[in-house]
C-alpha cells in the first residue's frame, strides 16, 4: 500500500492528534500570560524588537488569541482559520527568537509565561519550527479542507433549508 502525503495528513487520528496538542499546548501557554500580563509585557521588552507603545498592546492580546485559538483547534471550530492564525504566531515566535539569539540576549523566552522562565534558546527555536509543522499539517489537512462549522454543527442541530434555499437548489 502506498502513502502519500495527502493520505497521511487526511488521517482522523493524525489530525485529532495535531489539533488536539497543539490546542493544549496554546492554551497552556495562554494561561499564566492572560493572568499576569505585566509579566509578559517585560518578556516582550526584553527583545528590544516592539517599539514601547506596542508592547502592552502585545501583552494583553497575544494571549487572548493563543488561548482562543487553542480551544478552537480542541474543539474543531474554525480549524483552518485558528491553523492560520497560529502558523502566523509561530513565525513571529521564530523571528523573534533568531533576532534573540543572533543579538546574544540572555533572556527569557516568555512561552509559557514567567513561571518557566525558560531561556531563549536553540531548544525553543525548534519546538517553535515543529510547532510550526504540525500547525501547517493541520490547516492542509483534506479533513479540514471543507470542514464547515456552524452553530448548528457546535450544538448538534440541524437547521430546514429556507424556501429560498429550496428555490435555488431547484433551478
Known sequence: M???VQTVLGNK???YALRYALGFIFVYAAVEKVA?????????ANYHILPFFAINIFAVLLPWIELLTGIALIGKVNVRGSALLIIA???????AITIA????????????GTASASKVGLSRLLED???LIAAVGIYVSPRNRTLRTSAAEIF?????????DRDRSSS
Open 36 to 44: 499576569q500580563p505585566e509579566d509578559f509585557a517585560r518578556a516582550i
Open 13 to 15: 487520528w493524525l489530525d
Open 2 to 4: 502506498k502513502l502519500g
Open 89 to 95: 504566531m509561530l513565525v513571529v515566535f521564530i523571528v
Open 129 to 131: 519550527i515543529v510547532m
Open 156 to 164: 448538534g442541530t440541524t437547521l430546514a433549508a429556507t424556501p429560498c
Open 101 to 112: 539569539l543572533v543579538r546574544g540576549l540572555d533572556i527569557s523566552c516568555g512561552c509559557f
